[in-house]
């Protein structure tokens, strides 16, 4: 079968499971538990992220989805295809607007920690809310916490659900209680007065301290690890130049990330703290390393850096 008929079939199976959850809906809100994705759309690999995907996706009322971030150019093509418009990211990560505009939605960003849905995000969401005139689709980036959050504030703000609803329906997301300045935020949430002041909707707000962050890191990091493969033609002095480069602008990702605001980071604090020191001493502890020429310990030293860097993200953003 080529790509085409393939990519219509599954539409079609996907927009029947579609139709299922509108009809659970009706009554208040879809959780994972009652939406399956067919088992033929499952059978094709390449569909399994699709499946998946879907899996985390919760009702918040007849037009507006909250789930974790699109998975490819596809996920982006599903969308368009079961009548979205909108695509809205509460997440701090650039969004893929190339992905979006290709598919036809528009994005509008707006990036919110896991303290809370700040006011000027309320705003914004009830401003979307009062203009988009067809189904909304919101995420963060696993679409457990904060998009459910901002979707529960976005669906009160327009009178679409009531308070017990919506709270039912993060708890049906699995918004953890550990972020409790989330279930606060839905839990006090006013619809503000007529006529205040909404802000201007973006499709990428500006400055994105840690994500960039983060990315500068990762692809330094890259870097040092492809110097290690080139450990047979070249001796580790002849490569210390590019290392100590590299190794210069994974220390600015890590100052940059010291910096960054901790009200806006999910609790636990204290391990945040505890993990970036640790993953910025094994940076050092490489650079030392280089010195000493010592390519196997180079290698060893950049995988455990890898490994401090995986642990900070199954804590505070893998879950
Ligand atoms: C102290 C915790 C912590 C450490 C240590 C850490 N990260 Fe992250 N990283 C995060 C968090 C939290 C996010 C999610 C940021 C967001 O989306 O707002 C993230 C996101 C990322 C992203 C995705 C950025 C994007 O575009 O969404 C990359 C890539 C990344 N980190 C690479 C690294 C690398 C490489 C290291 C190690 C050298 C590292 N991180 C160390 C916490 C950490």
């Keep these: 079968m080529d790509q085409h008929a393939r990519k219509v079939i599954t539409l079609i199976g996907f927009t029947g499971c579609w139709i299922l959850c509108w009809a659970a809906c009706l009554t208040g809100c879809r959780g994972p538990d009652t939406f399956k994705p067919t088992d033929r759309s499952l059978s094709w690999a390449d569909h399994d992220d699709l499946a998946l995907w879907q899996t ?25 295809a079961q009548g979205f418009k909108l695509v809205v990211s509460v997440d701090g990560a650039r969004p893929n607007l190339r992905a979006a505009q290709e598919a ?14 700040d006011e000027s995000v309320a705003l914004g969401l009830l401003r979307l809310m009062r203009t988009a005139h067809a189904p909304v689709f919101i995420h963060c980036h696993h679409g457990r916490h904060r998009a459910p959050a901002a979707a529960a504030v976005a669906a009160l703000s327009v009178g679409q659900l009531d308070r017990q609803q919506v709270l039912a329906c993060m708890q049906r997301a699995g918004t953890s209680r550990a ?7 839905v839990e006090s949430y ?9 802000p201007e909707l973006v499709s990428v707000a ?32 002849e490569h210390s130049p590019q290392f100590q480069e590299w190794l210069v602008l994974l220390d600015e990702g890590f100052q940059e990330t010291f910096r960054y605001p901790r009200k806006n980071l999910p609790p636990p604090l204290p391990a945040w703290d505890q993990m970036l020191k640790a993953s910025h001493t094994q940076s050092k502890r490489v650079a030392d390393l280089v010195n000493l020429s010592d390519w196997e310990a180079v290698e060893a030293g950049l995988r455990h850096l890898r ?3 995986r642990a900070c993200h199954h804590h505070y953003r893998d879950r």
Aim: aromatic letters at 8%; one cysteine or more.
């Design 56 to 80: 985390g996706w919760t009702s918040f009322g007849p037009d507006l989805v909250s789930g974790g971030i699109p998975p490819g150019d596809e996920a982006f093509d599903l969308l368009a």
């Design 190 to 198: 006013q619809v503000p007065e007529e006529n205040v002041p909404l």
């Design 206 to 237: 500006p400055g994105h301290p840690l994500p960039d962050a983060m990315v500068a890191m990762d692809h330094a990091l890259e870097r040092l690890e492809a110097l290690c493969l080139e450990r047979e033609r070249k001796s580790l002095e």
């Design 307 to 309: 490994s401090t860097c």
């Design 104 to 117: 036809g939605l528009s994005y509008v960003h707006l990036p919110m920690g896991y303290h809370g849905v």
């Design 179 to 185: 972020y409790a300045g989330l279930w606060r935020s």
